[in-house]
T-cell receptor, first 114, second 113 residues
C-alpha cells in the first residue's frame, strides 16, 4: 500500500530564506509524486509533479523538488521565500494503474516572517 | 474560465437534514473525485467515478451517495447529516492516462449544527 509522510506540521522561515519541505513515500511500484499548495479558503493547486522523467522537477512559483529513489523522498524546495508562499503544502503519491488513488500526506503549514 | 466548480461554497444545516453538493468540470476529463478535508486539514478520498462508472468507493457511510449524470458532473448527496460530517468537501477531476494529475474545485464548507 502507498503512503506519504510529511514530518512536522509547521515550518516558519524568514522572507528570502530557503524553503525546504520534506516528503517521504512508500510504494510497491514506481509512483507518480505530486506537491499541491492550498491557500486559505481555497482548493488545492498543483505545484509540480514527478512522472518518472527527470528526477529534478521544476514547478510554478519558483518551487522545485527532487525525486530520490534510494531515499524514497520527494522534498520540496524554493531558494528564496516570499510572503505570498505562506500556505498549506501537501505531498501526494499515486501508484501507476488506471484505477489507483491519490494518497495525501497530512500537510505542512508554511509561515513566512517579514 | 472555471475548470472545476462546486456549489454551494458554504452550506450550514441542522443534524438530520439531507443536502447535496454539485460539481462540474469543463476540462473534458473522464474521471472525477470527491474528497473530504477534516478540521486538521487531512485529505481523504471518498469516491471516484470514471465516465459515470464508480471505480473507487472508500469506507464511507451509506448516507453518502455520489451521482454522476454525465462525465462532466459528479454530485454528492448526504442523508441524515451528523455533526461529524462537518468538513470541507472537494471535488476534483483528472484525465485518463498520463500522470493522472488532479484538478481541484474551490471546496464546499459544510457545517452541521
Amino acid at each position: 500500500a502507498q503512503s506519504v509522510t510529511q514530518l512536522g506540521s509547521h515550518v516558519s522561515v524568514s522572507e528570502g530564506a530557503l524553503v525546504l519541505l520534506r516528503c517521504n513515500y512508500s510504494s510497491s511500484v514506481p509512483p507518480y509524486l505530486f506537491w499541491y499548495v492550498q491557500y486559505p479558503n481555497q482548493g488545492l493547486q498543483l505545484l509540480l509533479k514527478y512522472t518518472s522523467a527527470a528526477t529534478l522537477v521544476k514547478g510554478i512559483n519558483g518551487f522545485e523538488a527532487e525525486f530520490k529513489k534510494s531515499e524514497t523522498s520527494f522534498h520540496l524546495t524554493k531558494p528564496s521565500a516570499h510572503m505570498s508562499d505562506a500556505a498549506e503544502y501537501f505531498c501526494a503519491v499515486r501508484e501507476t494503474g488506471a484505477n489507483s488513488k491519490l494518497t495525501f500526506g497530512k500537510g505542512i503549514t508554511l509561515s513566512v516572517r517579514p | 474560465d472555471t475548470a472545476v466548480s462546486q456549489t454551494p461554497k458554504y452550506l450550514v444545516t441542522q443534524m438530520g437534514n439531507d443536502k447535496s453538493i454539485k460539481c462540474e468540470q469543463n476540462l473534458g476529463h473522464d474521471t472525477m473525485y470527491w474528497y473530504k478535508q477534516d478540521s486538521k486539514k487531512f485529505l481523504k478520498i471518498m469516491f471516484s467515478y470514471n465516465n459515470k462508472e464508480l471505480i473507487i468507493n472508500e469506507t464511507v457511510p451509506n448516507r453518502f451517495s455520489p451521482k454522476s449524470p454525465d462525465k462532466a458532473h459528479l454530485n454528492l448527496h448526504i442523508n441524515s447529516l451528523e455533526l461529524g460530517d462537518s468538513a470541507v468537501y472537494f471535488c476534483a477531476s483528472s484525465s485518463k492516462g498520463g500522470s493522472y494529475e488532479q484538478y481541484f474545485g474551490p471546496g464546499t464548507r459544510l457545517t452541521v449544527t
